[in-house]
């Protein structure tokens, strides 16, 4: 069986609202990367699945 590697759980800038409190205070996102490069990253890195999860957004 081969394995299979996936990150199914990246944010990206438009990712709102974390529910972390300390982000949330200091205004702070949970990331501050565009989509694209997120997913580019995880692909250079093997990940043949990919997952970005923003939070309060398509």
Known sequence: ??????DLHGHSRYSTDSGNYALRRARLGESYTDPER????????GMQ?????DHNTL
Do not use: G, H
């Open 38 to 45: 997120v997913y580019r990253f995880c692909k250079q890195r």
């Open 49 to 53: 699945f990919v997952t970005i999860s």
């Open 1 to 6: 069986m081969d394995t299979v590697r996936c």
